[in-house]
């Protein structure tokens, strides 16, 4: 299996500075969160009475750091955040941030929680970063390459070639915010695939990207949850649908592979519970 990768040093100027720039937020978020972890203080609850969706000073801190740079480096891009919402912008570009995503596993004390960053023209996200501060890992994709940045080692992310669901890993976070027929499409997957994992947010699209897994299906995905994902897996050569197996939105329903065959075996069970989902998102 080859991939078409593009160098960084290939890309233009202006892509560059925006790849830069978002490693600058990954370091400014890895700053406030890092020291946090396992040290979160109180926790909020977003939800009151209706629900659990918790909140912590490194959700809230991370992000201000991060507009705060974007503010002075980027003025006309728009920023769309977890915590603190949209501001307009006037360039086309839209910046997308979820300082810690996976707040319940941050608030158990289980590095599975990551930040999202993530640089969209338009609707289509062009740059991804996935940082996982607590394992010194970052994962950053882009039009037509990704790497991992994994304890001073840099490497070319490439999905495994696996074509088939039956030799498939599978993951999802959470099976039981599913709908009763999106964990019906789900269970179908699960008994196909032949192992699946649980409870991992964001770090199982990285763990696609660098070739150990090969399939997570989510829903009740809000933008910020999804926009730093699509470049990674499809900077690693991997696919990135709704549940359709149409090209990937920006939420709420996503599938990504490793491959376009596990793709379309994952679709068939898929694409029943397609569509019609709100995005509700989730930490």
């Known amino acids: 299996m080859s991939i078409s990768f593009t ?27 890092l020291p946090l972890f396992r040290n979160h203080g109180l926790t909020d609850n977003k939800l009151g009475d209706a629900g659990f969706d918790p909140v912590t000073k490194a959700d809230r801190d991370a992000e201000e750091a991060m507009r705060e740079i974007l503010d002075k480096e980027a003025p006309d891009d728009a920023v769309n955040g977890e915590e603190f919402g949209l501001k307009d ?20 004390g289980l590095p599975s929680w990551t930040t ?68 019906g499409a789900f269970e179908h997957l699960r008994q196909t695939a032949r192992l ?23 829903t009740s995905l ?23 197996g149409q090209p990937a939105k920006l939420g709420p329903q996503l599938v990504c592979a490793a491959t376009q065959e596990i793709m379309d075996q994952a679709v068939v069970s898929l694409r029943r519970s397609a569509g019609g989902r709100s995005r509700i998102g989730l930490d």
């Open 116 to 183: 999202l960053i993530a640089c969209a023209l338009g609707d289509t996200p062009e740059i991804g970063l996935i940082d996982q501060p607590w394992l010194d890992e970052r994962y950053v994709g882009w039009t037509r390459g990704a790497v991992s940045h994994i304890r001073g080692e840099t490497r070319q992310l490439t999905v495994d070639p696996e074509t088939r669901l039956t030799n498939a890993i599978l993951s999802t976070t959470d099976p039981f915010i599913l709908t009763p027929s999106e964990r």
């Open 7 to 33: 160098p960084i040093s290939e890309l233009t100027k202006d892509f560059q500075d925006r790849l830069k720039l978002a490693e600058r937020l990954g370091d400014a978020a890895r700053a406030i969160t």
């Open 222 to 244: 809000q933008p910020h949850d999804v926009g730093a994902l699509i470049p990674v897996i499809r900077g690693a050569g991997g696919v990135a649908c709704d549940w359709s």
């Open 196 to 218: 699946t994992r649980y409870g991992l947010d964001a770090y199982a699209y990285a763990r696609v990207a660098a070739g150990d897994m090969h399939i997570v299906t989510e």
């Open 89 to 108: 912008g006037t360039s086309g570009w839209t910046w997308y941030l979820d300082p810690v995503d996976g707040t319940r596993a941050f608030i158990a």
